[in-house]
C-alpha cells in the first residue's frame, strides 16, 4: 500500500557537550559533507570516541557553493532531486517553509542548522587531508593526516570513508577524433550560467546535470546542442502540483511495484521523443531517475536541439553520428564521476568500472573495522540512508549488534549483485544503485538480525 511521507519531529537539541567512553573503540570519518555529519552526529551521540577531518575549512561537501575544500559540483542554480522531508534526517526534517524541492543554499542551512542543533561542530577538524589509511599488522588502521601545522600518523580502531563519490570526473575514454579549438569544462567544473553567454554550447550526457546545465544554457547561451547517446527516462519533478516522489511504497515491498511506480511517473510526465530525445532501450525503473520540470517548454521552444552521439571534433563546430553538425566553443561534458579514494591504495580497495564490491554498500568482508559512509546511488536521497548506515556502525562499535560471518556476507553480496543486474542495466553507473525504502528496511532488519542479547 502506498503511503504519503510524513515529516518527523525534531530530536530535542543537545546543548551540554557528550563525552565519549574512552573505553570504546576510536574512528576516524574522513570527510564532513552529508554523510560525514551523519556519521559525526551519530558517534558523537553515542559516545564513541572519533576524529571527523575535512579537507576544507566548512561543512556541506558537495553542497556548499565553491566548497574551499575544490570537490563541490554545486552550480548557482542546483536544487535537490528528491523532496525535502524524504531528504531530511530522521530526527531533523527541513524547515517547513522549505519549497518541495530545495536550493543548495537552504540544503547547506539544514546542514549546518544540524551540526549546532546537535552540538558537534567542535568535533570536526578542518582544513585537515586524509593523505593515506593502511591496516596496522596489529589490528587497527593508521591514518595519514596533514594539516597547516604539518603531517602526523594516527591509529584508529576503525576508519568510516564518507568522501563522496561526486568530486572525480570522468571524461570521455577514448577521447573523440578530430581536434577541437574551443573551451571544454567538465559538468564538475561548471558554476554559473555566465559561463555561457554568449557561447555555442555543446552538452553531452543526459543526466540532471546534463539537463539543468542544458536548461540553463537555453536562457544565456547563443545555442545550445544536447548530445544523448542513450535515451533517458526523464520525470517531473512535480505532479498534480505536488511533488513527485511523496508517494511512496513500504520498504518491503519488491521491486516491481516500485518500478511499477517509477513507470506511472514517467506517464505521467509524458515521453521526449517528439522533442528528437532518443527512446529509452530500458524501461522506468531500470536506470538512475532523471528529474527536470523545465526541459519540456525549452525543447519545445526549440532553444535546446537534441542531437545524438559525437561522431568527430572539427575545430569550431561538432559533427554527430547522424551527420548533423553544430556550432561550437564550449563543449560541457556532463559524464559523471569515478569512484577513487585517494587516500586508499589498491591492496586495500580495489575499485575498477566504478565497482566496488560491498556488503550492503559500506562493509568488504575482508576489511574490518574500514566503513564506507554513503557510498550509494538511491532511488531516492543519500542522507537518510548514510545516517541508518552510521546507526549501524555505531551500534557494532557499541557491541550491540554483529555483522554477518564473513561467508554469509559474499553470499549476501552475491545475491544482491544478481538482483540489481536484474532491476538496472548493465552500466558503471548503476554499480553503486540501490532501492531507497527498500535498503532502508534491509538495513533495520540486519540490526534486528545481528542484536546482541536479544
Given at each position: 500500500?502506498?503511503?504519503?511521507?510524513?515529516?518527523?519531529?525534531?530530536?530535542?537539541?543537545?546543548?551540554?557537550?557528550?563525552?565519549?567512553?574512552?573505553?570504546?573503540?576510536?574512528?576516524?570519518?574522513?570527510?564532513?559533507?552529508?554523510?560525514?555529519?551523519?556519521?559525526?552526529?551519530?558517534?558523537?551521540?553515542?559516545?564513541?570516541?572519533?576524529?571527523?577531518?575535512?579537507?576544507?575549512?566548512?561543512?556541506?561537501?558537495?553542497?556548499?557553493?565553491?566548497?574551499?575544500?575544490?570537490?563541490?559540483?554545486?552550480?548557482?542554480?542546483?536544487?535537490?532531486?528528491?523532496?525535502?522531508?524524504?531528504?531530511?534526517?530522521?530526527?531533523?526534517?527541513?524547515?517547513?517553509?522549505?519549497?518541495?524541492?530545495?536550493?543548495?543554499?537552504?540544503?547547506?542551512?539544514?546542514?549546518?542548522?544540524?551540526?549546532?542543533?546537535?552540538?558537534?561542530?567542535?568535533?570536526?577538524?578542518?582544513?585537515?587531508?586524509?593523505?593515506?589509511?593502511?591496516?596496522?599488522?596489529?589490528?587497527?588502521?593508521?591514518?595519514?593526516?596533514?594539516?597547516?601545522?604539518?603531517?602526523?600518523?594516527?591509529?584508529?580502531?576503525?576508519?568510516?570513508?564518507?568522501?563522496?563519490?561526486?568530486?572525480?570526473?570522468?571524461?570521455?575514454?577514448?577521447?573523440?577524433?578530430?581536434?577541437?579549438?574551443?573551451?571544454?569544462i567538465h559538468a564538475h567544473d561548471y558554476r554559473s550560467g555566465d559561463q555561457l553567454v554568449g557561447r555555442d554550447v555543446?552538452?553531452?550526457?543526459?543526466?540532471?546535470?546534463?539537463?539543468?546545465?542544458?536548461?540553463?544554457?537555453?536562457?544565456?547561451?547563443?545555442?545550445?546542442?544536447?548530445?544523448?547517446?542513450?535515451?533517458?527516462?526523464?520525470?517531473?519533478?512535480?505532479?498534480?502540483?505536488?511533488?513527485?516522489?511523496?508517494?511512496?511504497?513500504?520498504?518491503?515491498?519488491?521491486?516491481?511495484?516500485?518500478?511499477?511506480?517509477?513507470?506511472?511517473?514517467a506517464m505521467l510526465s509524458g515521453g521526449l521523443r517528439k522533442y528528437g530525445l532518443p527512446k529509452p532501450p530500458h524501461?522506468?525503473?531500470?536506470?538512475?531517475?532523471?528529474?527536470?520540470?523545465?526541459?519540456?517548454?525549452?525543447?519545445?521552444?526549440?532553444?535546446?536541439?537534441?542531437?545524438?552521439?559525437?561522431?568527430?571534433?572539427?575545430?569550431?563546430?561538432?559533427?554527430?553520428?547522424?551527420?548533423?553538425?553544430?556550432?561550437?566553443?564550449?563543449?560541457?561534458?556532463?559524464?559523471?564521476?569515478?569512484?577513487?579514494?585517494?587516500?586508499?591504495?589498491?591492496?586495500?580497495?580495489?575499485?575498477?568500472?566504478?565497482?566496488?564490491?560491498?556488503?550492503?554498500?559500506?562493509?568488504?568482508?575482508?576489511?574490518?573495522?574500514?566503513?564506507?559512509?554513503?557510498?550509494?546511488?538511491?532511488?531516492?536521497?543519500?542522507?537518510?540512508?548514510?545516517?541508518?548506515?552510521?546507526?549501524?556502525?555505531?551500534?557494532?562499535?557499541?557491541?550491540?549488534?554483529?555483522?554477518?560471518?564473513?561467508?554469509?556476507?559474499?553470499?549476501?553480496?552475491?545475491?544482491?549483485?544478481?538482483?540489481?543486474?536484474?532491476?538496472?542495466?548493465?552500466?558503471?553507473?548503476?554499480?553503486?544503485?540501490?532501492?531507497?525504502?527498500?535498503?532502508?528496511?534491509?538495513?533495520?532488519?540486519?540490526?534486528?538480525?545481528?542484536?546482541?542479547?536479544?
Amino acid at each position: 500500500m502506498a503511503y504519503m511521507i510524513r515529516q518527523s519531529r525534531r530530536a530535542p537539541a543537545v546543548t551540554a557537550p557528550i563525552d565519549p567512553d574512552p573505553s570504546l573503540p576510536k574512528v576516524c570519518i574522513i570527510g564532513a559533507g552529508s554523510s560525514g555529519i551523519a556519521a559525526a552526529k551519530t558517534l558523537y551521540t553515542s559516545g564513541i570516541p572519533f576524529d571527523c577531518f575535512e579537507k576544507g575549512s566548512e561543512i556541506g561537501g558537495n553542497w556548499l557553493f565553491d566548497n574551499p575544500n575544490g570537490t563541490s559540483a554545486c552550480y548557482e542554480t542546483l536544487q535537490i532531486n528528491t523532496s525535502c522531508p524524504r531528504m531530511a534526517f530522521s530526527d531533523y526534517p527541513m524547515p517547513e517553509d522549505y519549497p518541495p524541492y530545495a536550493s543548495h543554499e537552504q540544503v547547506f542551512a539544514y546542514f549546518r542548522d544540524y551540526v549546532e542543533h546537535f552540538g558537534f561542530a567542535h568535533t570536526i577538524t578542518f582544513d585537515t587531508e586524509v593523505t593515506d589509511v593502511r591496516r596496522n599488522s596489529r589490528g587497527g588502521w593508521e591514518v595519514d593526516i596533514t594539516a597547516r601545522a604539518g603531517a602526523e600518523t594516527r591509529h584508529y580502531d576503525a576508519v568510516m570513508v564518507a568522501n563522496g563519490h561526486h568530486w572525480d570526473a570522468k571524461w570521455p575514454d577514448p577521447e573523440y577524433p578530430g581536434r577541437f579549438d574551443g573551451e571544454q569544462i567538465h559538468a564538475h567544473d561548471y558554476r554559473s550560467g555566465d559561463q555561457l553567454v554568449g557561447r555555442d554550447v555543446v552538452v553531452v550526457g543526459a543526466g540532471n546535470s546534463a539537463m539543468d546545465i542544458a536548461v540553463e544554457g537555453s536562457h544565456r547561451a547563443r545555442s545550445v546542442n544536447l548530445s544523448i547517446r542513450r535515451g533517458q527516462w526523464v520525470m517531473k519533478k512535480t505532479v498534480f502540483g505536488r511533488a513527485a516522489d511523496q508517494v511512496v511504497l513500504p520498504g518491503w515491498a519488491p521491486w516491481w511495484m516500485t518500478s511499477a511506480r517509477l513507470r506511472l511517473g514517467a506517464m505521467l510526465s509524458g515521453g521526449l521523443r517528439k522533442y528528437g530525445l532518443p527512446k529509452p532501450p530500458h524501461k522506468p525503473g531500470q536506470s538512475h531517475p532523471v528529474q527536470s520540470d523545465a526541459i519540456r517548454e525549452r525543447l519545445k521552444a526549440n532553444a535546446i536541439i537534441v542531437r545524438p552521439g559525437i561522431e568527430r571534433l572539427e575545430s569550431d563546430r561538432i559533427v554527430f553520428t547522424d551527420g548533423a553538425v553544430a556550432p561550437a566553443d564550449l563543449i560541457v561534458w556532463a559524464t559523471g564521476y569515478k569512484v577513487s579514494f585517494p587516500f586508499l591504495s589498491s591492496e586495500v580497495v580495489d575499485v575498477e568500472n566504478n565497482d566496488l564490491p560491498l556488503w550492503k554498500r559500506m562493509v568488504h568482508p575482508d576489511r574490518p573495522g574500514l566503513f564506507f559512509i554513503g557510498l550509494l546511488q538511491p532511488v531516492g536521497a543519500v542522507m537518510p540512508l548514510s545516517e541508518m548506515q552510521a546507526k549501524l556502525v555505531a551500534k557494532i562499535l557499541l557491541g550491540d549488534c554483529e555483522l554477518p560471518t564473513r561467508q554469509d556476507m559474499f553470499k549476501q553480496m552475491a545475491k544482491d549483485d544478481r538482483r540489481n543486474k536484474k532491476q538496472f542495466y548493465d552500466s558503471p553507473r548503476h554499480t553503486m544503485e540501490v532501492d531507497f525504502d527498500h535498503y532502508l528496511w534491509e538495513m533495520q532488519r540486519e540490526m534486528d538480525r545481528g542484536a546482541v542479547g536479544e
